[in-house]
């Protein structure tokens, strides 16, 4: 394997799938087997996953809610996909861990760097709910802190299309797929993979992402090998 620890960060989106209601099992039962192939060739995986298919914390404006008080909404929203990952790998036979960055006793642990480190070399799939516990910050950059945190060797975005492109390819059949990209190109080039300051960190910490299909069938295991499946940023 040519990555021993790797950061996974999901969309919240891409959980409903096909379906209208929040989380399609069907989805959610394809993740499971992409992830417990990875567990099982000795890749220690921590999970970050987002909230957008119940509720984000851009809504909270249009709505009449506080910002502070959405981003929170957004947070827990978060916590709800994290469980039902959570239940679905252990239906699995996949051992795990839920760690938040607020607290909620019965329902998870909090955030303890060195207890996370520890559970992922026990062989533990640990997943980050709740983002970094403050508003103003997205999933996006609760994946690349909680990467550099526990010392990830890449930070693998699950999307629904198979990499970074010129355009958006779902908009536009002549847009073109980067292979590789370096931070300062993406840069230059405006090009909307993550938010600034997640892009940010993982560029001062010199920690690589890759962007690719997560639906993708195999797709996971790939990159873990490291196989081509995506667009590399470095």
């Keep these: 394997m040519k990555y021993k620890r790797i950061l996974l960060k999901l969309s919240g989106e891409a959980l ?10 069907d989805v959610l039962e394809q ?3 992409e992830i417990k192939v990875v567990k099982e060739q000795g890749v220690q995986l921590a999970i970050v996953i987002g909230g957008g298919n119940i509720f984000r914390g851009g809504q909270a404006e249009a709505l009449g809610i506080d910002r502070v008080q959405g ?9 709800i996909n994290a469980m039902a990952l959570q239940s679905a790998l252990e239906r699995h036979g996949v051992f795990t861990r839920l760690m938040a960055g ?9 955030f ?64 073109v797929r980067y292979q590789t990209l370096s931070f300062q190109e993406a840069y230059e080039k405006n090009l909307n993979i993550m938010d600034m300051t997640a892009f940010t960190l993982c560029q001062e910490n010199k920690l690589p992402i890759i962007v690719f ?8 295991l ?7 499946a995506g667009t590399l940023i470095r």
């Design 16 to 25: 409903t799938g096909n379906k209208t209601t929040n989380i399609d099992p």
């Design 31 to 33: 993740y499971c087997e």
């Design 102 to 110: 607020i607290k909620m006793e019965q329902v998870c642990e909090p």
């Design 112 to 175: 303890i760097r060195r207890r996370a480190i520890r559970h992922l070399e026990k062989g533990r799939i640990v997943i980050f709910g709740a983002g970094i516990g403050n508003p103003y910050f997205t999933t996006d950059s609760t994946a690349s802190l909680r990467a550099i945190e526990i010392q990830a060797d890449v930070v693998l975005k699950g999307t629904r299309v198979d990499g970074v492109y010129t355009k958006d390819p779902l908009k536009f059949p002549d847009a």
């Design 222 to 228: 790939k990159i873990a090998q490291g196989e081509e």
């Design 71 to 79: 981003d929170y909404m957004g947070m827990l929203a978060t916590v």
């Design 213 to 220: 299909d997560m639906n993708k069938k195999g797709n996971l």
